[in-house]
């Protein structure tokens, strides 16, 4: 393996640690380890068999311009091997790390950056690639099954994530295939000749992926994460998902806008069944006005002397539920003179209804501006429901889904005082009504669309809002690996202070852009960890006249990286210049006795503008030999970030031996999309906020309203508490008509018949 791809990834096969908090970072980071030291050495055989596989293909080749064809690729391949293996080191390490981050919430930073919409054409070349690339994955996921179904759902069990699909996490063979796919473009070969290095790909590397699949598996059952999962994919489980959580903003389903289609015909066929001594069945449930009758013996209304009366009760305010059959009885017989009667079913259709407006009207859920609109389609509701029969047997009917659309509408509309364009609904609804159901199927289309441009916005904002804290962890997170490098590298020894002054604040910004530009494990990181510790190197004493020597041989190396590194970082002349003059005295110091005169230490120090750090105890004197300290320290460097084993600022270590409750564990697997009402310490009200985003990187949950703004930024620990002092609850997603009908049939069933 050359140098190069190995100081960009270093296989780590510790000893296992069994039990303890798995860290998603600390998981991912070795296992992606495991993944890079399982596949190198078979791509280092591989690329040795492509060689020979290509000389035979020459060999064998029918005519000159093939035979050419194939002796370039051979030489290309070696030219380029090193970077081939570089690049695909670097794809797979890509892949493990955007585990850690957003996923395709925000979109492209750049929208230069974004893909073409609609549909594009694809080459003849590129469908082959695809072809051969999706079949060698195909075959090793049927081969290796079980074993990829448990990685997956162990992993997204880490990563608090629901089980991905097929190819939905980094081990699945396709992320092996498509990385070197395009390591590959790094030669310009004909088609047929990749589709040859493909090939043997397919042989050497992918079929023989197996034994890191049962060693990633062992690692995480030895974690303790999901140990007892049953092997074998299996339909996904029913019950809330990150779908059903995230319908409370979207709007109702097909199958979320009613209960059960019987639920309000058994209830209107109860009521209107005839009892001992005339007179609908008695219900008596509280608060309603179930059993009451209407008077004995009086003619009874037909549907245009009932729909009358309806339309002479339209009124601002709604009438209260045990007020409202009284009411109707009113307006059908305004002088009083004459005996009135309702019918069975009319009057149990108008019981129902005011029972669910009662429900509906004192729903603390609901806004009062929301109350307040809501209740002004009593009458015409109920105009429906003793017309339209439908209203009871149909769960899609309009006037049931526009309630309940109506009922979902976003609480901020509420909260700014309503929406002109809602009012406008209701308004035409309720001047229109004549019991036809038409008008609402018109209102709920529009009001569809109202919701539907409120939530492409919300849905804009929200990416914004998200992609702003995103940016905000992903600085954390490079920040964190820049400050272990330089951590590592200066590893307590002595170094004037203005060195250590360079290395933890200019270098560690170097390392940091480097890391967010290029990632952890490139070229250029290689490159300023290289110069980082052959500074540390260059400073410690040199006793040996032949360190002496190889100081002076590795100075123009180590002055040319530092320059290049203040030419990137754009360091001001003064800083550089005063810092190079106090190495060239240090270094001219070193080079000339072995150990300085007494005196020297000072003046240096006070040439420097401070003094020479006192000797710390380093953990293992620094080697004669420059090169191995540097490819020894800088080894362990990445070892160490690329297995997450840093810690982040402002990061503490979670408390040990801790038992979980209910509300942490409630709190920790919270998933995103789901609606919370959350009242702080210092509010009346609760706000009802959405869980956009949980960052694995350092633990905040960001919320937002909807839309789409941020609210609240709390960590899994503050929304524990939050639901055990009960000022967090999981907002109710199911619609409000619909939860007023449970309720009603649940207070019907405890009632005898």
């Given at each position: 393996?050359?140098?190069?791809?190995?100081?960009?990834?270093?296989a780590?096969?510790?000893?296992?640690?069994?039990?303890?908090?798995?860290s998603?970072?600390?998981?991912?980071?070795?296992?992606?380890?495991?993944?890079?030291?399982?596949?190198?050495?078979?791509?280092?055989?591989?690329?040795?068999?492509?060689?020979d596989?290509?000389?035979?293909l020459?060999?064998?080749?029918e005519?000159?311009?093939?035979?050419?064809?194939?002796?370039?690729?051979m030489?290309?391949l070696?030219?380029?091997?090193?970077?081939?293996?570089s690049?695909?080191a670097?794809?797979?390490?890509?892949?493990?790390?955007?585990?850690?981050?957003?996923?395709?919430?925000?979109?492209p930073?750049?929208?230069?950056?974004?893909?073409?919409?609609?549909?594009?054409?694809?080459?003849?070349?590129?469908?082959?690639?695809n072809?051969?690339?999706?079949?060698?994955?195909?075959?090793?996921?049927r081969?290796?099954?079980?074993?990829?179904?448990?990685?997956?759902?162990?992993?997204?069990?880490?990563?608090?994530r629901?089980?991905?699909?097929?190819?939905g996490?980094?081990?699945?063979?396709?992320?092996?295939?498509?990385?070197?796919?395009?390591?590959?473009?790094a030669?310009?070969?004909?088609?047929?000749?990749?589709?040859?290095?493909?090939?043997?790909?397919?042989?050497?590397?992918?079929?023989?992926?197996?034994?890191?699949?049962?060693?990633v598996?062992?690692?995480?059952?030895g974690?303790?994460?999901?140990?007892?999962l049953?092997?074998?994919?299996?339909?996904r489980?029913?019950?809330?998902s990150r779908?059903?959580?995230?319908?409370?903003?979207?709007?109702?389903?097909?199958e979320?806008?009613?209960g059960?289609e019987?639920?309000?015909?058994?209830?209107?066929?109860r009521?209107?069944?005839?009892?001992?001594g005339?007179g609908?069945?008695?219900?008596?449930?509280?608060?309603?006005t179930?059993?009451?009758?209407?008077?004995?013996?009086g003619?009874?209304?037909?549907?245009?002397?009932?729909?009358?009366?309806?339309?002479?009760?339209?009124?601002?305010?709604?009438?209260?539920?045990?007020q409202?059959?009284?009411?109707?009885?009113?307006?059908?017989?305004?002088?009083?003179?004459?005996?009135v009667?309702?019918s069975?079913m009319?009057?149990s259709?108008?019981?129902?209804?005011?029972?669910l407006f009662?429900?509906?009207?004192?729903?603390?859920?609901l806004?009062?501006?929301?109350?307040?609109?809501?209740?002004?389609?009593?009458?015409?509701v109920?105009?429906?429901?003793?017309l339209?029969?439908?209203f009871?047997?149909?769960?899609?009917?309009?006037?049931r889904?526009?309630l309940?659309?109506?009922?979902?509408?976003d609480?901020?509309?509420?909260?700014?005082?309503?929406d002109?364009?809602?009012?406008?609904?209701?308004?035409?609804?309720?001047?229109?009504?004549?019991?036809?159901?038409?008008?609402?199927?018109?209102?709920l289309?529009?009001?569809q669309?109202?919701?539907?441009?409120?939530?492409?916005?919300?849905?804009?904002?929200?990416?914004?809002t998200?992609?702003?804290?995103?940016?905000?962890?992903?600085?954390?997170?490079?920040?964190?690996?820049?400050?272990?490098?330089?951590?590592?590298v200066?590893?307590?020894?002595?170094?004037?202070?203005p060195?250590?002054?360079?290395?933890q604040?200019?270098?560690?910004?170097?390392?940091?852009?480097?890391a967010?530009?290029?990632?952890?494990?490139?070229?250029?990181?290689?490159?300023?960890?290289?110069?980082?510790?052959?500074?540390?190197?260059?400073?410690?004493?040199?006793?040996?006249?032949?360190a002496?020597?190889?100081?002076?041989?590795?100075?123009?190396?180590?002055?040319?990286g530092?320059q290049?590194?203040m030419?990137?970082?754009?360091?001001?002349p003064?800083?550089?210049?005063?810092?190079?003059?106090?190495?060239?005295?240090e270094?001219?110091?070193?080079?000339?006795?072995?150990?300085?005169?007494?005196?020297?230490a000072?003046?240096?120090?006070e040439?420097?503008?401070?003094?020479?750090?006192?000797?710390?105890?380093a953990?293992?004197?620094?080697?004669?030999?420059?090169?191995?300290?540097m490819a020894r320290?800088?080894?362990?460097?990445?070892?160490r970030?690329?297995?997450?084993?840093?810690?982040?600022?402002?990061?503490t270590?979670p408390?040990?031996g801790?038992?979980?409750?209910?509300?942490?564990?409630?709190?920790?697997?919270?998933?995103?999309?789901?609606?919370?009402?959350?009242?702080?310490?210092?509010?009346?009200?609760p706000?009802?906020?959405?869980?956009?985003?949980?960052?694995?990187?350092?633990?905040?949950?960001?919320?937002v309203?909807?839309?789409?703004?941020?609210?609240r930024?709390?960590?899994?620990?503050?929304?524990?508490?939050?639901?055990?002092?009960?000022?967090?609850?999981?907002?109710?997603?199911t619609?409000?008509?619909?939860?007023?009908?449970?309720?009603?049939?649940?207070?019907?069933?405890?009632?005898p018949?």
């Amino acid at each position: 393996m050359n140098s190069k791809a190995e100081d960009n990834v270093v296989a780590f096969r510790a000893a296992m640690r069994a039990g303890g908090t798995a860290s998603p970072r600390e998981v991912v980071g070795y296992c992606r380890n495991l993944a890079m030291g399982h596949v190198q050495p078979l791509l280092q055989e591989m690329l040795d068999k492509a060689d020979d596989a290509l000389f035979r293909l020459a060999d064998k080749a029918e005519d000159n311009r093939t035979q050419t064809a194939y002796f370039e690729a051979m030489r290309a391949l070696r030219r380029q091997r090193s970077t081939v293996e570089s690049e695909y080191a670097t794809q797979l390490a890509r892949t493990f790390d955007a585990l850690l981050l957003p996923r395709g919430k925000a979109g492209p930073a750049d929208p230069a950056q974004a893909q073409p919409q609609g549909l594009t054409l694809v080459g003849s070349d590129e469908l082959e690639e695809n072809l051969a690339v999706e079949g060698m994955a195909g075959k090793v996921r049927r081969t290796h099954q079980t074993a990829l179904y448990g990685i997956g759902h162990r992993l997204a069990h880490v990563l608090q994530r629901p089980p991905p699909d097929e190819a939905g996490h980094p081990l699945d063979p396709e992320t092996f295939c498509q990385a070197f796919r395009e390591a590959l473009r790094a030669l310009d070969l004909e088609i047929r000749i990749r589709l040859v290095i493909l090939k043997l790909f397919d042989q050497h590397v992918a079929s023989r992926l197996g034994p890191l699949y049962e060693e990633v598996n062992a690692y995480l059952v030895g974690r303790g994460i999901l140990p007892d999962l049953r092997q074998g994919p299996a339909p996904r489980a029913s019950g809330p998902s990150r779908e059903g959580a995230a319908a409370s903003s979207t709007g109702p389903g097909p199958e979320e806008e009613g209960g059960g289609e019987g639920d309000l015909v058994a209830l209107l066929q109860r009521l209107a069944r005839p009892r001992p001594g005339g007179g609908a069945a008695a219900g008596g449930v509280p608060g309603g006005t179930f059993g009451q009758g209407s008077p004995a013996g009086g003619a009874v209304a037909d549907a245009p002397a009932l729909a009358a009366a309806l339309s002479r009760l339209a009124a601002d305010e709604p009438i209260p539920g045990a007020q409202l059959k009284g009411a109707v009885m009113g307006a059908l017989d305004p002088g009083g003179g004459r005996a009135v009667a309702l019918s069975g079913m009319d009057e149990s259709a108008i019981d129902i209804v005011a029972m669910l407006f009662d429900f509906i009207l004192d729903d603390p859920t609901l806004p009062a501006p929301a109350r307040a609109l809501i209740g002004r389609l009593q009458i015409p509701v109920l105009k429906v429901a003793v017309l339209d029969k439908s209203f009871f047997s149909q769960r899609r009917h309009p006037v049931r889904r526009f309630l309940s659309a109506l009922s979902r509408v976003d609480v901020a509309w509420w909260e700014e005082g309503g929406d002109g364009r809602l009012q406008d609904l209701v308004e035409g609804l309720v001047s229109a009504s004549d019991g036809d159901a038409t008008a609402f199927a018109e209102a709920l289309e529009a009001l569809q669309g109202l919701q539907e441009a409120a939530r492409a916005a919300a849905d804009r904002e929200e990416a914004s809002t998200t992609r702003a804290v995103q940016d905000q962890d992903r600085a954390l997170l490079t920040r964190g690996m820049a400050e272990e490098a330089v951590a590592r590298v200066m590893e307590g020894r002595p170094l004037p202070p203005p060195v250590e002054a360079f290395l933890q604040g200019a270098w560690r910004d170097l390392l940091m852009d480097i890391a967010r530009r290029e990632g952890q494990g490139g070229e250029f990181w290689q490159q300023a960890l290289n110069v980082a510790s052959l500074l540390v190197w260059s400073l410690a004493p040199k006793p040996d006249p032949q360190a002496r020597e190889q100081l002076r041989h590795l100075l123009p190396t180590l002055l040319r990286g530092l320059q290049e590194g203040m030419d990137r970082l754009e360091l001001p002349p003064g800083e550089r210049r005063a810092l190079l003059d106090l190495l060239a005295r240090e270094h001219a110091r070193l080079v000339r006795r072995p150990e300085p005169a007494e005196g020297d230490a000072d003046k240096a120090a006070e040439a420097g503008g401070g003094t020479v750090s006192a000797p710390h105890a380093a953990s293992e004197p620094v080697p004669a030999d420059g090169r191995s300290f540097m490819a020894r320290k800088v080894e362990e460097i990445n070892r160490r970030i690329s297995e997450g084993r840093f810690t982040l600022p402002g990061e503490t270590a979670p408390a040990e031996g801790g038992v979980e409750d209910l509300h942490a564990m409630t709190a920790r697997e919270l998933e995103e999309g789901t609606w919370l009402e959350h009242r702080a310490e210092d509010e009346a009200q609760p706000v009802r906020m959405k869980l956009s985003w949980k960052s694995l990187i350092s633990g905040r949950y960001l919320f937002v309203d909807a839309r789409g703004l941020k609210v609240r930024e709390m960590d899994a620990t503050s929304l524990a508490a939050a639901f055990r002092a009960g000022r967090a609850r999981i907002a109710e997603h199911t619609p409000v008509f619909e939860r007023a009908i449970g309720s009603l049939m649940q207070r019907l069933e405890a009632e005898p018949d």
